[in-house]
């Protein structure tokens, strides 16, 4: 039976939306393989990350290390394996090079074949005009709002956006974080010491999960502004 790897990913703004979850894409894979007569060797993800650059996913990585010779790496679809042209040859060079193959199950994609091959090319270059065209209106959108004086940016910690979604008011659980941070730097704990006091504390991060490192030196870096 021959081998396939699975490799599955989703951004951040992409995780909830129907059909393209990583359940959702796994099942995807695990059926085609099923269809085809292929050995599922592993899934590999890569969750919350974009797929503009394919050195920063660990899961294409270690993807692309276990495609063999005579293997197939199998993708959902090519906007989940790759958003950058450039990465989505390199990926074709580097699987051609191990005697691989790839398959796209929402382009119907199959490298086996020449005329996969030419699809292949022709779908990739259209992946990324897709991409740059949403990137493009999203900069437009940002530059009109803010020239028309609205916010443009992440809220900060401590703070929320009031009814009208344009000006900056406290949040009240927010900053009794926000005190407790600063109470404890300004006692002298150092930052992993104030994560684990914060925790002990039951204090959360907006996802309810408690904070992280980062997290608590955004807090006192906003407050330095």
């Known amino acids: 039976?021959?081998?396939?790897?699975?490799?599955?990913?989703?951004?951040?703004?992409m995780q909830a939306d129907e059909g393209v979850s990583?359940?959702?894409?796994?099942a995807k894979i695990?059926?085609?393989c099923s269809l085809n007569d292929y050995e599922l060797a592993a899934v590999h993800v890569d969750a919350g990350i974009s797929g503009k650059k394919m050195k920063n996913r660990p899961g294409l990585q270690d993807a692309m290390a276990d495609c063999g010779k005579g293997g197939v790496l199998v993708v959902y679809s090519l906007s989940r394996l790759s958003r950058s042209i450039r990465d989505t040859m390199d990926i074709s060079e580097r699987l051609e090079k191990t005697g691989s193959d790839l398959v796209s199950l929402s382009e119907k994609i199959d490298t086996t074949s020449a005329a996969g091959r030419v699809v292949f090319?022709?779908?990739?270059?259209?992946a990324q005009f897709e991409s740059e065209q949403i990137s493009e209106r999203v900069t437009t959108a940002m530059q009109y709002k803010k020239s028309q004086g609205g916010r443009v940016g992440t809220v900060p910690f401590g703070k929320k956006l009031d009814a009208d979604n344009d000006s900056l008011i406290e949040d009240e659980d927010e900053m009794l974080v926000v005190a407790a941070v600063h109470h404890y730097r300004n006692a002298g704990l150092s930052m992993r010491t104030i994560v684990t006091r914060l925790e002990e504390q039951g204090y959360k991060a907006r996802s309810g999960k408690p904070l992280q490192l980062t997290q608590v030196a955004r807090i006192l870096k906003e407050c330095k502004k």
Request: aromatic share 8%.
């Open 30 to 32: 695990e059926a085609w």
């Open 121 to 126: 090319r022709m779908l990739s270059v259209m």
């Open 1 to 13: 039976m021959n081998k396939a790897i699975g490799y599955i990913r989703v951004s951040t703004t």
């Open 22 to 26: 990583l359940d959702a894409q796994r």
